[in-house]
């Protein structure tokens, strides 16, 4: 799939753009602060219906406006499709999703629609990060391909607010026991159900991920991702998770009421990310680091269009720079080899042999797009 036409109005330091793009690869070039990134977060923001930053829609509207608008006209195997995201800060807040111009009723509508998968310094933190950001980043992919995921995502985050509010009011002395049984068997239900389709997309991924980077190590390191049930037991099959969640709630029933929150779920669990046999967080090298998130994204390109049918597009935000020659090279022709459409930021004019016929070249300065 590919983004054909582009535009943006309003949205953080652009004021209008209308664009088309190549359907291989698009070279974004600007010095730093001239709106590269915003770019590529407007362009994710229309798979996803959101920013990959942890920030407020009202911070994406261009200073001194009050909307932002994304219109994005994409081509697929079927043929195309518009998606458009308006958001309205004025008398009352209002943020619309339109499919083929038709308004839809919810947000989460836009999922699957298009699909994009974002390389950002921030994706660092997949390793180096808290479990907190590497279920973050894994979820807003995982929400792509599986909208149902994301609803249920929702679902559960309601319910541990309700849950929380009850724990914290039993530690007062002013909540019931009983209730909370109630809420706890549809709380272990849904945890279940979300647990479960994560390691269904680990049990697809991983081995994508090992090849990945078997690929661009020349097979000298090998890449494992396994998922940690309340941060310290690795699951791999189904079987067990209901005996888990009812074991570590009857563990933590006491310690949930004296400190009125609640202390299992997927909310608490994380992945570790072991290269050949070694935990990266506290091993790795810096490349160590980012040839593996690298890799872990070369796989979900494969992952996606195994779900989809269709690759995702690529945004890779100040990434070549920082890859070596061979790294760099394999990833050109891997994005080269499967007809991938790739939005490339750089600071300078990239070296990489990239012939004209396939590449478009812009220069961002200030918010404004000239085609090189
Ligand atoms: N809501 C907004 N309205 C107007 N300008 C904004 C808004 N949000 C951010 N900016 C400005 O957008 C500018 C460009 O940001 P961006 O992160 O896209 O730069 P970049 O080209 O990626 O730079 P770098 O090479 O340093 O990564 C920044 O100077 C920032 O102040
Ligand atoms: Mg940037």
Same mark, same amino acid.
């Given at each position: 799939m590919y983004i054909e036409n582009f535009k943006l109005i309003k949205y953080r330091n652009y004021d209008y753009i209308d664009e088309n793009f190549s359907k291989n690869f698009n070279i974004l070039i600007g010095l730093n602060a001239q709106g590269k990134t915003n770019l590529l977060e407007a362009i994710y923001y229309l798979s996803t219906g959101k920013s990959y930053r942890p920030v407020r829609d009202n911070d994406l509207i261009k200073w001194n406006s009050n909307f932002f608008n994304i219109n994005g006209i994409f081509c697929n195997c079927i043929g195309k499709i518009q998606l458009e995201i308006i958001y309205k800060n004025t008398d009352i807040v209002n943020k619309e999703v339109r499919i083929n111009g038709i308004k839809k009723?919810?947000?989460?509508? /836009? /999922?699957?629609n298009f699909t994009s998968v974002l390389f950002a310094p921030e994706d660092l933190y997949i390793i180096k990060g808290s479990p907190a950001d590497r279920r973050r980043l894994l979820d807003n992919d995982i929400a792509q391909v599986s909208p149902v995921y994301f609803i249920k995502m929702q679902k559960y985050n309601r319910i541990l607010n309700q849950r929380n509010s009850l724990l914290r009011k039993i530690c007062k002395n002013r909540g019931s026991i009983d209730e909370l049984e109630i809420w706890n068997q549809q709380f272990i239900e849904l945890s279940k159900d979300i647990i479960q389709r994560r390691l269904k997309v680990l049990e697809k991924l991983v081995p994508l991920t090992r090849l990945m980077q078997r690929k661009l190590t020349n097979g000298e390191e090998n890449l494992e991702i396994k998922y940690l049930f309340s941060k310290k037991e690795e699951i791999k099959s189904n079987n067990d998770i209901d005996e888990l969640l009812n074991a570590e709630y009857e563990n933590l029933r006491k310690e949930e009421i004296i400190r009125g929150i609640t202390l299992f779920g997927p909310h608490r669990d994380d992945y570790s990310i072991l290269l050949n046999g070694m935990n990266l967080k506290s091993f790795g090298s810096q490349g160590q680091h980012r040839t593996a998130v690298l890799a872990i994204k070369l796989a979900e390109l494969e992952f996606f269009k195994a779900e989809t049918g269709e690759y995702p597009v690529l945004l890779l935000d100040d990434v070549l720079s920082e890859l070596d020659k061979n790294r760099r090279e394999h990833l050109i022709q891997t994005i080269k080899n499967k007809e991938i459409q790739c939005f490339i930021t750089t600071t300078e004019n990239l070296t990489v042999e990239l012939d004209n016929s396939s590449a478009k070249r812009f220069n961002i300065n200030q918010g404004k797009l000239i085609e090189m």
């Amino acid at each position: 799939m590919y983004i054909e036409n582009f535009k943006l109005i309003k949205y953080r330091n652009y004021d209008y753009i209308d664009e088309n793009f190549s359907k291989n690869f698009n070279i974004l070039i600007g010095l730093n602060a001239q709106g590269k990134t915003n770019l590529l977060e407007a362009i994710y923001y229309l798979s996803t219906g959101k920013s990959y930053r942890p920030v407020r829609d009202n911070d994406l509207i261009k200073w001194n406006s009050n909307f932002f608008n994304i219109n994005g006209i994409f081509c697929n195997c079927i043929g195309k499709i518009q998606l458009e995201i308006i958001y309205k800060n004025t008398d009352i807040v209002n943020k619309e999703v339109r499919i083929n111009g038709i308004k839809k009723n919810k947000i989460s509508e /836009l /999922l699957g629609n298009f699909t994009s998968v974002l390389f950002a310094p921030e994706d660092l933190y997949i390793i180096k990060g808290s479990p907190a950001d590497r279920r973050r980043l894994l979820d807003n992919d995982i929400a792509q391909v599986s909208p149902v995921y994301f609803i249920k995502m929702q679902k559960y985050n309601r319910i541990l607010n309700q849950r929380n509010s009850l724990l914290r009011k039993i530690c007062k002395n002013r909540g019931s026991i009983d209730e909370l049984e109630i809420w706890n068997q549809q709380f272990i239900e849904l945890s279940k159900d979300i647990i479960q389709r994560r390691l269904k997309v680990l049990e697809k991924l991983v081995p994508l991920t090992r090849l990945m980077q078997r690929k661009l190590t020349n097979g000298e390191e090998n890449l494992e991702i396994k998922y940690l049930f309340s941060k310290k037991e690795e699951i791999k099959s189904n079987n067990d998770i209901d005996e888990l969640l009812n074991a570590e709630y009857e563990n933590l029933r006491k310690e949930e009421i004296i400190r009125g929150i609640t202390l299992f779920g997927p909310h608490r669990d994380d992945y570790s990310i072991l290269l050949n046999g070694m935990n990266l967080k506290s091993f790795g090298s810096q490349g160590q680091h980012r040839t593996a998130v690298l890799a872990i994204k070369l796989a979900e390109l494969e992952f996606f269009k195994a779900e989809t049918g269709e690759y995702p597009v690529l945004l890779l935000d100040d990434v070549l720079s920082e890859l070596d020659k061979n790294r760099r090279e394999h990833l050109i022709q891997t994005i080269k080899n499967k007809e991938i459409q790739c939005f490339i930021t750089t600071t300078e004019n990239l070296t990489v042999e990239l012939d004209n016929s396939s590449a478009k070249r812009f220069n961002i300065n200030q918010g404004k797009l000239i085609e090189m």
